[in-house]
């Protein structure tokens, strides 16, 4: 996907977002903040995802979501890594695989387990 098509994309997807938010459509306003969320790191704007993902992340607890909630500290984690912010990144990525462990997700717990470990590893902890 070229630049002005990701500019485009995140520029909707904001608009969405804000519209689904004003609307009280709160399941779309979560999908679009995630779309956006990964529109942002495609582009190379991995912290401007962090913030969005934290939105993300309040949206979710505040509409007791909790699928979504381990899917936004997982994501939050993957970034934070990339980051190269291995301190949070094992705190997010660990409140996923908790998360995810409680609600029956073992496919995603394991990813974020694996987050979790390469955070460590970069870290130099077992």
Do not use: W
């Not at 990701?6 to 804000?18: P, W």
């Not at 306003?29 to 309040?58: H, M, N, P, W």
């Not at 949206?59 to 381990?70: H, K």
């Amino acid at each position: 996907m070229g630049i002005g098509r990701i500019e485009d994309a995140t520029a909707t997807h904001k608009l969405a977002a804000t519209l689904f938010g004003q609307t009280g459509d709160h399941a779309n306003e979560g999908k679009t903040l995630f779309a956006l969320s990964c529109a942002l790191v495609q582009s190379g704007r991995s912290q401007e995802s962090i913030t969005v993902l934290d939105q993300y992340l309040k949206l979710c607890r505040s509409t007791v979501d909790r699928p979504g909630e381990a899917t936004a500290l997982h994501l939050i984690g993957a970034v934070l890594v990339d980051l190269r912010r291995l301190e949070e990144a094992i705190t997010a990525s660990h409140e996923a695989a908790v998360i995810f462990r409680e609600i029956g997700d073992h496919e995603a717990e394991n990813a974020a387990l694996t987050n979790l470990a390469t955070a460590r590893q970069a870290l130099g902890r077992p």
